[in-house]
Structure formats: structure tokens, C-alpha cells
């Protein structure tokens, strides 16, 4: 197409708003100061388009939609599950024998005596974290339960990192054994 012929792209979009072929253009034609047509349906190229606003004064914004898939509530689901499950009522028993070890020793950081690793001995990072949690909630049976229960909790996590590998439904499964 030339533009010495009578007709143009320009006059082509005026006559198809004109025509009545696409309505959102022939409204943003006719209501005047939001398109590129002056009240004559001329085309006037010196002034810049206005700007309408997204939404009105006082009006409220339109709600964030979230998306929840299924998965994704199975898995709040199983987390709130164990949760629940390691955290209930941990101080409703004694200690047992591997427990009060743990305990005693990470009591004894606590306090100040230090850790001397034995063969015996699980490794530094229980002592440490358990007696870091008495440093935060005090020595207790329950708080010497804590560390152990949180870690529980957390293996539950533990297949969302081989979920490309296990698959959706094999990591959801994995989680759920992990849980029980």
C-alpha cells in the first residue's frame, strides 16, 4: 500500500471503526480525548493520547487470586500432620535411656563444661543445637525433646528435593511414608 492512494492504514482503521467492525474501536473513537481521532473523527497526531485511569477514586482494588493446587494442600496438610504428631505432649513420658544421654550431654554444654567427642557419641551437632534450644526455652524433659522433633517435622520435607526425580505422586508418597 502507498500512501498517495486515497486510502491508507490510517483511513483503513477509521473506516472499520465507522462501519461499526470493531466496537472497542469505534468507542475509543467516539468518546473523544482517549484515542487518536478528534471530535471530527480526524486523526490528530500533535497531541499525545491521554492516559485513563486503572480504577476510580475511593473504588477498591481487585482482589490477589491464589492458586492452590492440590498437591500443594496435601503437602500443608502432611506437614501440619507432623506437626502435630512430633510436638504433642512431649513431656508426657521419662526420658529413655538414649534421650537422657543426649540430654545430660547437651545439659553439661549448657552449662559451660564443653564437648569432648567419644567414639560412643552420635557426633557434635545434636549437642549443640539441643543445647542451644536450652538456651532458648530453658531444660526441661520437653525442651531436651525439641531439637528431635523439629528434625522430625523436617525429614518430612525431605522428598520435595527429589521430587523431579521421584515424581509428583512418588514425592507425595515418600512424604507420607516419612510421616507415618
Known amino acids: ?17 465507522d462501519a461499526g467492525q470493531n466496537p472497542t474501536l469505534q468507542a475509543s473513537l467516539t468518546e473523544g480525548g482517549s484515542g487518536l481521532a478528534d471530535a471530527d473523527g480526524d486523526f490528530d497526531f500533535t497531541d499525545p493520547p491521554v492516559a485513563r485511569p486503572t480504577r476510580f477514586a475511593g473504588e ?80 526441661s524433659d520437653q525442651t531436651a525433646r525439641l531439637s528431635t522433633a523439629l528434625f522430625g517435622v523436617l525429614t518430612c520435607l525431605w522428598p520435595l528435593g527429589l521430587r523431579k526425580e521421584l515424581g509428583r505422586w512418588g514425592a507425595l508418597t515418600a512424604a507420607f511414608l516419612l510421616l507415618i
Open 60 to 139: 477498591w482494588p481487585r482482589p490477589v487470586r491464589y492458586f492452590l493446587s492440590v498437591e500443594a494442600a496435601l503437602y500443608g496438610l502432611l506437614i501440619g500432620v507432623a506437626v502435630f504428631t512430633r510436638f504433642y505432649d512431649l513431656s508426657y513420658r521419662a526420658l529413655h535411656h538414649d534421650e537422657g544421654v543426649h540430654a545430660y550431654y547437651a545439659w553439661r554444654l549448657f552449662h559451660g563444661d564443653g564437648y569432648a567427642q567419644e567414639p560412643w557419641k552420635h557426633g557434635p551437632f545434636l549437642y549443640h543445637i539441643q543445647a542451644a534450644i536450652f538456651w532458648l526455652f530453658q531444660d
Open 1 to 17: 500500500m502507498s500512501i498517495d492512494n486515497e486510502r491508507s492504514p490510517i483511513t483503513d482503521i477509521s473506516a472499520a471503526a
